[in-house]
């Protein structure tokens, strides 16, 4: 498993890198995650090495959540003047995301679901 955490905090190091040399305008971490889906079509050692560590962060992805809820709690000020702004892409990414999930969710599972 903690060659999987490794494998993941290497990707995310390279996605930084190449974010930064090339000067694209996309969060590290995200070119870091494209790196590894690449990776992962190409090549079974990742997944088979990567699934344990990804499968346990899964597990407690609310953890991870939490202090971004803080920090806009403890900096509400900051963000107040910008309210309008955050409850309607919230909301609008919300009823977004779940009919584009749900029909990801039919397609990769077949005529089953």
Do not use: C
């Amino acid at each position: 498993m903690l060659d999987g955490l490794l494998i993941l905090l290497v990707f995310q190091l390279a996605g930084e890198a190449l974010v930064r040399w090339l000067g694209l305008p996309l969060p590290g971490p995200v070119a870091g995650m494209l790196l590894l889906l690449v990776a992962l079509l190409g090549h079974s050692f990742f997944s088979d090495r990567v699934a344990p560590a990804a499968n346990i962060l899964i597990r407690h992805l609310t953890l991870l959540f939490f202090p971004i809820g803080v920090g806009i709690v403890l900096q509400w000020d900051q963000y107040a003047p910008h309210a309008d702004a955050l409850v309607l892409a919230i909301g609008a990414g919300t009823l977004l995301a779940l009919p584009l999930v749900a029909g990801l969710l039919r397609l990769m599972l077949g005529k089953n679901a």
